[in-house]
């Protein structure tokens, strides 16, 4: 009546691998989009932008602005307060260009899923009998619905994110090599330590996040066959038996869900945590530096530490 629950191997099978083919079938989808994901990228430029120029500009203000006020026996407030509109505006601009992108890539991920779900019930049709002989009716709809919702989250979310990543990582190494060669050498070298650790984390992560949808979609395929059949359980006496089965499953899914979200819950306290230490480091490094007036080398030449680049860079 019930089909004998699958054996889950200790490695992830060959099927649940990314498959190139299948992102470049995933990619086609977004073709009907291209004017819509033109503006995107380019909001999320702006937006990644705004995020390295609001570094560079408190080196500015701190520099230009406050420590000559500081030393002046009668201080002048019109250019600091010009800088800061100036830059009010600037950030304003950024905003603007996240909530654009933001709103307009939901409208782009709800339009390729609903033509991602009627292929996916056209190519049902077409498919032999015996492979829904093979596969529960659960198993099934978990496609249409976990699964879909999951690539909701990838392409809404994911995705700029980490195209807006690749942006700031960029702008920001531009960025920090305009304030300081010595500087950006010690952020370098720490985001290489977090970068291992970022891997070995994801990777489990990730592992652990394929099971526990393959275990989704087995709960919800027993789940229908057992609610189908209650009649045939009733009559039977086989409650006992479908509870076992059910609970081998529950508990598989139960492991695998908490082991996923175990990984992914602690990477971000981890990387917080780096993000301090690398904080407390760039201060004393760079108080260490403007204390022995070591010479600076960045793009725009030879000078000293200031505080104005260290602020920067702690920012």
């Excluded at 995107?40 to 937006?47: F, G, K, L, S």
């Excluded at 990838?154 to 500087?183: D, T």
């Excluded at 600076?296 to 530490?305: E, K, R």
Aim: with cysteine.
């Amino acid at each position: 009546m019930s089909r004998p629950a699958k054996a889950v191997p200790g490695n992830i099978p060959q099927s649940t691998k990314l498959n190139p083919k299948t992102i470049l079938r995933l990619l086609s989808y977004f073709k009907k989009h291209t004017f819509l994901l033109i503006i995107v990228a380019v909001c999320i430029v702006i937006n990644a932008m705004t995020a390295a120029i609001s570094a560079l500009f408190m080196q500015t203000l701190i520099d230009d602005h406050i420590v000559p006020l500081l030393m002046s026996s009668a201080p002048e407030f019109s250019g600091l307060l010009t800088a800061i509109i100036r830059m009010a505006a600037i950030l304003s601009v950024g905003v603007l260009a996240g909530l654009i992108y933001n709103f307009m890539m939901v409208k782009i991920a709800q339009g390729i899923l609903k033509r991602i779900r009627d292929s996916l019930f056209e190519h049902m049709q077409k498919l032999p009998i015996s492979y829904f002989d093979s596969h529960t009716h659960g198993d099934l709809m978990s496609h249409f619905t976990n699964d879909i919702d999951t690539l909701r989250q990838m392409i809404a979310q994911s995705l700029p994110h980490v195209f807006s990543s690749i942006i700031s990582i960029i702008s920001v190494l531009v960025s920090m090599l305009y304030l300081s060669f010595w500087l950006t050498l010690i952020v370098l070298g720490f985001v290489f330590i977090v970068l291992r650790i970022v891997k070995k984390i994801a990777g489990r992560s990730s592992n652990y996040f394929i099971r526990q949808q393959r275990s989704l979609g087995e709960v919800n395929g027993y789940i229908e066959e057992m609610v189908n059949g209650l009649k045939v359980i009733k009559v039977f006496s086989y409650e006992d038996q479908a509870e076992a089965g059910f609970e081998v499953k529950n508990e598989e899914l139960q492991d695998n869900a908490t082991k996923a979200n175990t990984f992914a819950n602690i990477l971000m306290p981890i990387m917080g945590n780096l993000g301090y230490i690398l904080y407390v480091l760039l201060a004393i490094l760079g108080g260490i530096m403007v204390i022995a007036g070591l010479t600076n080398y960045s793009l725009t030449g030879v000078d000293v530490v200031s505080l104005g680049m260290i602020a920067s860079f702690l920012t």
